[in-house]
């Protein structure tokens, strides 16, 4: 028998058509920007928040789910969607990959007359060459992306990969603190992804959702059915995150092809669980899915693209409103001092405000998601 799903449980998203994932970044670790596009996007909707493997920013995010919740009624006054707790989900990888790497740069070996095209490249703000940030890369910004290498003329920058360590992960989801994970992978890591597997199998019945995420690459529709065997007995809900071109969704429209094409090659091998765009998104996705046919548009329909994952796209959208947030934490004597998001409604509903615009091309799909507007 088909288990009826609340339609306040984040999973009847994936059921409808309509998941909206938000992707912090699997290295993405500045703990106020975690919090604010956590903050911004759960009251707009989302259905996940995916964040680094790291304590420091789970905490950042639950903080950011928290206010949300708190701030529910007042949302719902202005017209925003009824609240709903989005999944918490954290990134692993089973071996080197982009998300889980930093840029470095010795800022001592720059020529003083180089232009630092590095530093107008960076999505992230992630490199400064004047206090009160240390010189060089910002890292706890930097997300790996990858664009400031080509253009050093000097060629000096490099980045540092790491694997992520499953053992981390255990006792998040143990305290029910994660109730998602995410795998990164490639393929042909056979051997490396059933190791990881191995380590946190124990811990999957407790978890939501497990997701996938792969580019694409010859041999891949044989490889997701070699996982799929390996961890559908353990798993509830299965997301195949289809890695189109990999933190690139800011660059500009094109990049959610690569994405929408690999999404539509996983959906026609009809393998077990659900297909979730992700690499490339941005605000042309959902009209590209909706031309092509590939959004859910009735109850009997079984095959289509569940939901999108957005990452740079989202996290460039807020990016005036973490700027000012941080213009305003340096008060007058230059002394930096922490201000959250909800401290300066001005700031908090122009997030909201903009969060919503990116999550309702999706959620619109199905279902009104703003009620006759309230503003002040
Ligand atoms: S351009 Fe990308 S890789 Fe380079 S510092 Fe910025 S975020 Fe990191
Ligand atoms: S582009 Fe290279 S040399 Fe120039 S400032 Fe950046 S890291 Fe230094």
Known sequence: MTKLLDPSDPLHSLKAGHWFKLICGASFQHLPAVRTLTLAYAIAGADCIDVAADPAVITAAQSGLAAAAKLAPVARQRGFPPYKPPLLMVSLNDGEDPHFRKAEFDPQSCPPDCPRPCQSICPADAIAFRPPHSLGVITEKCYGCGRCLPVCPYDIIYTSSYVST???????????????????????????????????????????????????????????????????????????????????????????????????????????????????????????????????????????????????????????????????????????????????????????????????????????????????
């Open 166 to 376: 499953p053992g981390a992960v255990a006792p998040l989801v143990l305290s029910g603190e994660v109730s998602a994970v995410e795998i990164h992978t490639q393929v042909g890591r056979y051997t490396e992804f059933q190791r990881l597997w191995t380590a946190i199998e124990k811990h999957a019945r407790r978890l939501k959702v497990v997701a996938v995420s792969c580019p694409d690459g010859e041999g891949i529709i044989e490889y997701l059915n070699f996982i799929s065997k390996m961890i559908l007995p353990q798993v509830g809900t299965l997301v195949w995150q289809t890695d189109g071109r990999a933190m690139s969704g800011d660059i500009g429209d094109g990049t959610t092809q690569a994405t929408v094409k690999f999404g539509q090659k996983v959906l026609a091998a009809n393998l077990p669980g659900y297909v979730q765009l992700a690499g490339g998104t941005n605000g042309y996705t959902v009209a590209k899915l909706r031309s092509l046919s590939l959004l859910k548009h009735n109850s009997g329909q079984s095959s289509y693209i569940a939901g999108i994952a957005y990452g740079s796209y989202a996290r460039k959208l807020l990016s005036p409103v973490i700027h000012a947030l941080e213009e305003r934490e340096v008060n007058q004597t230059g002394i930096r001092k922490s201000i959250y998001l909800e401290q300066e409604p001005d700031l908090l509903w122009q997030a909201v405000e903009l969060a919503s615009s990116l999550v309702s091309q999706l959620k619109s799909q199905s279902q009104p998601t703003r009620i006759s507007r309230q503003l002040p």
